[in-house]
């Protein structure tokens, strides 16, 4: 589309320049025809005396060439208008694939998760936005495990040390009961002696 555009200016930037050097190339012959009348007119008491034919002939060359010069104006004009009208159709176009170009960007960075559409950088901010919630997460129940586990070793401590208490408690109870039942045959082997 850009090269189109600049083939487009080109093109207008050659044709005016060769309708500039056109008008420019040759002198005026309506000047030459002035300088040929006046050089080959009389001169009579200051004034110059000019053949009426030759006047004429001057005037009709001389309206000749104005209508020569209004139909070529009338052409450059035409022809202006229309590489303008190119120029903007050119403009319009480009504005057209810009805008194209812009939509087909927007359609490349744009990515589609769960049926929604995210931008690329959205996507990625959705992303890691993701993962540092699973991480905080991650370290909150690595937070309550540990206290968990610090919670269930002191309780299996003191159940060990219960355990060890209650073991020894047993072990004087079973002691004070056999002492108590000794204590209790030796009063029966007494009380039976007798």
Known sequence: MKKLL???????????NSVAQDTNSGLNPVEEDFT??????????GYKVVDY???????NKTGQYFSTLNEDIITQKNTIDQQQDQINQL?????????????VNADKDAITFLGMPFSKGGYMAFMWGIV???VLALLFFIFRYRQSHSHTVEARNKLQSTEKEFDLYREKALEKEQRLGRLLQDERNKASDK
């Open 132 to 134: 540092a919630l699973l």
């Open 53 to 59: 034919n030759e006047l004429i002939t001057l005037k």
């Open 36 to 45: 040929n009348l006046i050089e080959r007119s009389n001169d009579y008491q």
């Open 91 to 103: 403009k319009d176009d480009l504005e057209a694939t810009r805008l194209e170009l812009e939509k």
């Open 6 to 16: 600049f083939f487009g200016i080109l093109s207008v930037a050659l044709n005016w």
